[in-house]
T-cell receptor, first 112, second 117 residues
Framework: DQQVKQNSPSLSVQEGRISILNCDYT??????FLWYKKYPAEGPTFLIS?????DKNEDGRFTVFLNKSAKHLSLHIVPSQPGDSAVYFC???????????FGPGTSLSVIP | EAGVVQSPRYKIIEKKQPVAFWCNPI?????LYWYRQNLGQGPELLIR????????DSQLPKDRFSAERLKGVDSTLKIQPAELGDSAVYLC???????????????FGAGTRLSVL
């Protein structure tokens, strides 16, 4: 039973355009959501997060949107750069609990 | 500041052989995690430590997997005996306890890629 879903295994975007990565979750108890980025042969690195009390969080070129009623979040990257090419994992956790549930990831390719 | 260090980076063994992975977390991080990542999937938690104590090992296959974190610093994950299905990347992560900062942000090592033949 996959609680965090990323239904697009891969995405290709032209440099300079917007990248939109989507994530859906099934457990309404999740209250904190994170995005991690992973380059080949490296471990995932934290990118951006959002609490369920917010619907948007922005950090430079990266913005995460949360729609609690739809149990959906998305990561927007504007403008996309070739260095953004990586696998992006959506993750979620419940209140006061360290266990983080990861989605399967979306591989983003930004084409110069 | 040094990141999470894992060794070895790669390991190839035959099935039924034992294997061990080592992790040194970021200095001062009291929480340590071991994850397994299968191809095309996200990391899945195997065990979480708070200092020396394993506080969540519900996903650790205890018949063949064991872990320890002596002195609450570095940690070792062992598989004995290994099976073909254990081929995966084993990731170690650590996180700090900082006031006002969510505990959920974890810092990952580069992982150990295990191939069981």
């Amino acid at each position: 039973d996959q609680q965090v879903k990323q239904n697009s295994p891969s995405l290709s975007v032209q440099e300079g355009r917007i990248s939109i990565l989507n994530c859906d979750y099934t457990n309404s108890m999740f209250d904190y959501f994170l995005w991690y980025k992973k380059y080949p042969a490296e471990g995932p690195t934290f990118l951006i997060s959002i609490s369920s009390i917010k619907d948007k969080n922005e950090d430079g070129r990266f913005t995460v949107f949360l729609n609690k009623s739809a149990k959906h979040l998305s990561l927007h990257i504007v403008p996309s750069q070739p260095g953004d090419s990586a696998v992006y994992f959506c993750a979620a956790s419940k209140p006061s609990y360290d266990k983080v549930i990861f989605g399967p990831g979306t591989s983003l390719s930004v084409i110069p | 500041e040094a990141g999470v260090v894992q060794s070895p980076r790669y390991k190839i063994i035959e099935k039924k052989q034992p294997v061990a992975f080592w992790c040194n977390p970021i200095s001062g991080h009291n929480t340590l995690y071991w994850y397994r990542q299968n191809l095309g999937q996200g990391p899945e938690l195997l065990i979480r430590y708070e200092n020396e104590e394993a506080v969540d090992d519900s996903q650790l296959p205890k018949d063949r997997f064991s872990a320890e974190r002596l002195k609450g610093v570095d940690s070792t994950l062992k598989i004995q005996p290994a099976e073909l299905g254990d081929s995966a990347v084993y990731l170690c992560a650590s996180s700090p306890l900082l006031p006002g900062r969510p505990k959920n942000i974890q810092y990952f090592g580069a992982g150990t890629r295990l191939s069981v033949l």
